[in-house]
């Protein structure tokens, strides 16, 4: 069994920062891509950042240059920090992780089970 366990959303003021976390454990051999998504309410989920297993990392337009993604790889956790908050990256946010359970098997993709972030004064 895998989990990805996410903390780290909140109420925060516009212009504001938080950090969120997620961390995958259980039976897990390997990782590949980490990522953040995000789905607002009465729209589609969107791809917020994305980090490779070598570091490459890859941003939504609308994020770039205030979020940054980040990975302890030891630790088998995703980070996303993110600065000067808008009341539009308002949406649940959920982590992704690529991860095969043993050699044999391929990747697959699991989710976490979202966590809050509200923008607004």
């Known amino acids: 069994q895998v989990q990805l366990v996410e903390s780290g959303g909140g109420l925060v003021q516009p212009g504001g920062s938080l950090r969120l976390s997620c961390a995958a454990s259980g039976s897990i051999f390997d990782i590949n891509a980490m990522g953040w998504y995000r789905q607002a309410p009465g729209k589609e989920r969107e791809l917020v950042a994305g980090?490779?297993?070598?570091?490459?990392?890859n941003y939504a337009d609308s994020v770039k240059g205030r979020f940054t993604i980040s990975r302890d790889s030891a630790k088998n956790t995703v980070y996303l920090l993110m600065n000067s908050l808008k009341p539009e990256d308002t949406a649940v946010y959920y982590c992704n992780v690529d991860l095969r359970q043993t050699y044999y098997l391929p990747f697959q993709p699991y989710w976490g089970q979202g966590t809050q972030v509200t923008v607004s004064s």
């Open positions: 980090i490779t297993s070598r570091g490459t990392t």
